[in-house]
């Protein structure tokens, strides 16, 4: 499988490492800075507490220079240079998020899903499901609390999305998923899984975007990397027998997310 040179700086989200999924391979995400549902409603979280028997820092620490003391004042010359390579990572990294966009159009600085995978690449890790296998079985507990296999789950053709809080182009997508589910959902399931997150982590995003379909976690990952997840957000296409029918590595408009149901599992939408 070829990668380009943005598969060797994964963005990792806050959930779990995302580094060693599917056997030792890096998984390249399309995250960057977190974006929250209503930025003006939720209030500044405290930093995590001193560990036992550190001292608190003071108002005077920032400028202590005593020998033992847990901040030191730092020579000018080094804070211009920690200030410029601070600005060039920003901006690095707001250059080189892979956003997996289904087409070519560079709005957003972002790099197309044809620049990311070669023609041969099948926007899976080695050793993961192929179209025309059956899935394994997976445990899942979903967002209402509640818990269910991917076998159980499966009771008609579906829709499997790997999407995570921290993936500006899954966020973006969710109403698209959501549309269709509300066109064709008594003939597709819809299924959202968390990537590395826990229910209190997507939740908030999810409702912010009106999603209404079944959502899942996988804050250990252990699901993402048996579908062989290699980038977000990916969507996994199932037909009623739980063989995979077809996978789509990137984000998809509404019309596109239709196309590829009537494509993949033969359902009108």
């Given at each position: ?16 490492d995302r580094d060693g999924v599917a056997g030792g391979g890096t998984v390249t995400f399309v995250s960057g800075i977190t974006p929250d549902p209503d930025p003006t409603e939720l209030p500044d979280e405290p930093g995590p507490p001193p560990a036992a028997g550190q001292p608190t820092a003071g108002p005077d620490d920032a400028t202590a220079g005593a020998p033992g003391s847990l901040r030191r004042r730092l020579p000018v010359r080094d804070l ?190």
């Open positions: 499988m070829s990668r380009g040179p943005l598969d060797a700086a994964p963005l990792a989200s806050s959930g779990a211009v240079i920690g200030t410029v390579l601070a600005l060039v990572a920003s901006v690095v990294v707001a250059v080189a998020v892979v956003s997996l966009t289904g087409n070519d159009q560079e709005d957003d600085g972002v790099v197309s899903i044809d620049e990311f995978l070669d023609r041969e690449d099948p926007g899976a890790a080695p050793g993961s499901p192929e179209v025309g296998q059956p899935l394994p079985d997976l445990d899942l507990t979903l967002f209402d609390g509640s818990t269910t296999t991917l076998d159980a789950f499966v009771d008609r053709p579906t829709v499997l999305n790997v999407w995570a809080s921290t993936c500006p182009p899954c966020l973006r997508e969710m109403p698209a998923f959501q549309a269709v589910h509300e066109d064709v959902g008594k003939e597709v399931a819809f299924l959202g899984l968390d990537s590395g997150e826990s229910i209190d982590d997507g939740e908030p995003f999810a409702k912010d975007r009106g999603v209404t379909y079944a959502l899942a976690e996988d804050p250990d990952l252990e699901r993402s990397t048996t579908l062989g997840l290699v980038g977000l957000p990916m969507t996994l296409f199932i037909d009623a027998d739980g063989v995979l029918a077809g996978r789509k590595l990137g984000a998809m408009d509404e019309s596109e997310l239709r196309a590829k149901i009537t494509e993949y599992l033969g359902v009108e939408a």
